[in-house]
């Protein structure tokens, strides 16, 4: 376990360098002159000399590198030029709508997901087992920009039961500021009407975005719930006489359910690169709608910054998650 | 789901075929049943369709797909309009008709580049091994160390929106997982006899990679290639969805369901059928992949 952590946290470093430089690389690859964005368009090339001298823009690259090493050693990610803040600051100020968008997805593929493969996995091809074949071969193509507008169209459209985007009514004020987390916020500080109306604006985005993981969730928990019922020991537990919700309850799901966990694990990545669309579609005020934002501002710093932050948290995240199959399956060893 | 596909090709790499399959008659009579099935049917079907749509759209669409027609702006779907039309009174079916070519050509072009770049870093890796095979994963490592979209977002945006600029962010991004899947193969099969004769003989590393190590190891690389037809698609939509793939005013399938959106609760049509034909086109290619998978992977799991 010890040589297990110490090799993953190596390669945490590992992750930091090498998406920086990548980024860096990346970030270089832009056509248009940084110097002449910064200065505009009518700018004599005595002030281009002077703005690229102050930026540091006329060293040699690996210099420019170590500098913007340095600096997000130190956490200073920058300045963006669209909000005109430090990039840092705004990454904290959009980040936990992102991780509560993200939660209520996770939530409600396992609440929803679960419980539809379990039930498929005991009914073999009746028809609520097709049903959720055919869920789950459409969840893999449906593109969720697409659904999030459709879902828009008709519970708020048609039916007006949902609003349609944001995180909380305009005229509403947020609850004070604790976590950035508004689920959380509201409770402690105990605002109900704000609480109320975060779960009325989170429902539709946080479905969409569930909705690729809801139906991998479906199949594999039927899989794996096929594949343990077929098992000695729950035919044992069956002959002497325990009863069959039992035996599912305490003897199957329980086992069944860690290729779920799994695959949860897996889809972090999956459910963040769909939070940038899903938060696009719904004016959601996370990160990815601050990246795409500071991309149509060629906020170029703004978004190299935030890609190597996402990618240190996901990796981050990653190692949380074999951590915790280590605990949960004492069978897996990974050193 | 890149991810999970990945695991699940790895696990069809062991051979699952007994004797009696391997036989010419039993193995035409599991093709024909294969390729009988309904689900197959429609897949073939729908992929000459798309073809056709691809190589054809221009001719076959009934109006230019970039005819304006301002006195027809938001017409609702009718025999005039089978898909209505948009702001500028633009027939959406014909747009959508002509979308095809993008859409296809990208997942063509995308899994072109993955595989070819997966090929050479992969087998690279495991053919040299040692200090090469560990510089050359770490670097596919750090690839993947970016959640699929975000990655690609940061190179579109540098590169500037356009096609081409979409394409090289996708297959950028898509590359590792074919690198990682060939080292493994190439790994798998380089201290076979026969590669070990080869060599003996004289091959060349190029000529025993190729036709002795490659040429045994490739179906589950085919596989991941089909399976992934229907990803690549939605992702470069969502990405022109974002404005960073097809340029603002393209008839690109993503782009439309953008430039729909803002007027999408007065006029449902302008997103619907954009974002539908990219739901089916992906759909039949999923389809497609399984049947493949059928075909190439005897005796592996279906995939949903």
């Known amino acids: 376990m010890t040589t297990f952590l110490a090799r993953r946290l190596g390669f945490l470093v590992l992750v930091v360098l090498g998406v920086s430089i990548l980024t860096f690389v990346v970030s270089?690859?832009?056509?248009?002159?940084?110097?002449?964005?910064?200065?505009?368009?009518?700018a004599s090339p005595a002030t281009l000399a002077i703005i690229r001298h102050r930026y540091g823009l006329d060293k040699p690259l690996p210099l420019q590198y170590l500098s913007y090493m340095g600096g997000l050693l130190h956490g200073d990610l920058g300045l963006s030029s669209y909000s005109r803040r430090p990039i840092l600051d705004d990454f904290l100020d959009y980040f936990p709508a992102t991780i509560e968008l993200t939660f209520y997805a996770l939530l409600i593929s396992v609440v929803i997901g679960v419980p539809l493969g379990v039930y498929s996995g005991l009914s073999r091809g009746g028809p609520l087992d097709h049903a959720s074949r055919i869920f789950s071969i459409a969840g893999s193509a449906l593109p969720i920009f697409w659904l999030g507008l459709l879902l828009q169209l008709v519970f708020y459209g048609r039916l007006g039961w949902l609003p349609e985007l944001g995180r909380l009514d305009t005229f509403m004020a947020a609850p004070r500021h604790i976590t950035g987390?508004?689920?959380?916020?509201?409770?402690?500080?105990?605002?109900?009407?704000?609480?109320?109306?975060?779960?009325k604006h989170v429902l539709l985005p946080a479905f969409t975005l569930a909705f690729a993981t809801l139906s991998l969730v479906v199949r594999v928990t039927r899989a794996s719930m096929v594949d343990v019922l077929a098992q000695d020991y729950i035919r044992t537990a069956r002959a002497k006489g325990v009863?069959?919700?039992?035996v599912v309850m305490r003897h199957a799901l329980r086992n069944a359910l860690i290729p779920t966990i799994t695959l949860l694990g897996l889809q972090v990545g999956n459910l963040l690169s769909g939070a940038f669309l899903v938060e696009i579609v719904f004016s959601w005020p996370g990160i990815g709608f601050y990246s795409v934002n500071t991309i149509q501002n060629a906020d170029y710093q703004a978004i190299m910054s935030i890609t190597v932050l996402i990618a240190v948290i996901y990796t981050f995240v990653n190692l949380l998650v074999d951590i915790l199959y280590i605990k949960l399956d004492p069978r897996i060893n990974y050193a | 789901m890149r991810d999970v596909t990945l695991i699940e090709t790895e696990l069809l790499a062991a051979p699952a075929a007994?004797?009696?399959?391997?036989?010419?008659?039993?193995?035409r009579k599991r093709l024909l049943h294969i390729l009988r099935r309904p689900s197959?049917?429609?897949?073939?079907?729908?992929?000459?369709?798309?073809?056709?749509l691809a190589l054809f759209g221009t001719a076959i669409a009934p109006y230019s797909p970039?005819?304006?027609?301002?006195?027809?702006?938001?017409?609702?779907?009718?025999?005039?309009?089978?898909?209505?039309?948009?702001?500028?009174?633009?027939?959406?079916?014909?747009?959508?008709?002509?979308g095809t070519q993008y859409s296809l050509m990208?997942?063509?072009?995308?899994?072109?580049?993955?595989?070819?770049?997966?090929?050479?870093?992969?087998?690279?890796?495991?053919?040299?091994?040692g200090l090469t095979d560990e510089v050359l994963m770490r670097v596919t490592d750090i690839f993947l160390a970016f959640p699929g979209i975000v990655l690609a977002l940061a190179i579109a945006a540098a590169l500037g929106p356009s096609i081409t600029n979409g394409v090289i962010a996708i297959a950028a991004i898509w590359w590792p997982t074919y690198a990682r899947l060939v080292r493994g193969q190439v790994l798998a099969l380089k201290n076979n006899d026969y590669v070990d004769a080869a060599r003996s003989l004289g091959s060349s590393n190029v000529r025993i990679i190729v036709s002795h190590i490659l040429r045994n190891g490739i179906a589950p690389v085919l596989v991941q290639l089909t399976l992934d037809m229907g990803n690549v698609l939605v992702t470069f939509a969502g990405l022109s969805y974002l404005g960073l793939g097809a340029p603002v005013g393209t008839a690109e399938w993503g782009a439309m369901v953008n430039a729909g959106q803002t007027n999408i609760l007065t006029n449902w049509w302008l997103s619907t059928f954009p974002?539908?034909?990219?739901?089916l086109t992906a759909l039949d290619l999923n389809l497609l992949g399984d049947m493949f998978q059928d075909i190439l992977a005897p005796g592996a799991a279906r995939r949903i």
């Open chain 1, 28 to 42: 270089h690859l832009v056509p248009a002159d940084p110097a002449a964005l910064i200065a505009g368009k009518n």
């Open chain 1, 181 to 199: 987390i508004y689920t959380i916020d509201s409770l402690l500080s105990l605002n109900l009407q704000a609480l109320g109306n975060t779960l």
């Open chain 1, 243 to 246: 009863d069959r919700f039992s």
């Open chain 2, 18 to 27: 007994d004797a009696e399959s391997l036989l010419p008659s039993a193995r």
């Open chain 2, 40 to 52: 197959s049917i429609i897949a073939m079907l729908g992929v000459l369709l798309l073809i056709a």
């Open chain 2, 66 to 98: 970039g005819a304006l027609d301002l006195a027809n702006q938001f017409s609702g779907p009718g025999a005039q309009h089978l898909f209505g039309t948009d702001d500028l009174g633009r027939d959406i079916f014909s747009r959508v008709i002509v």
């Open chain 2, 106 to 129: 990208a997942v063509v072009i995308v899994l072109s580049i993955a595989l070819v770049v997966g090929i050479i870093v992969g087998a690279s890796a495991g053919y040299i091994g």
């Open chain 2, 275 to 279: 974002g539908l034909a990219i739901f």
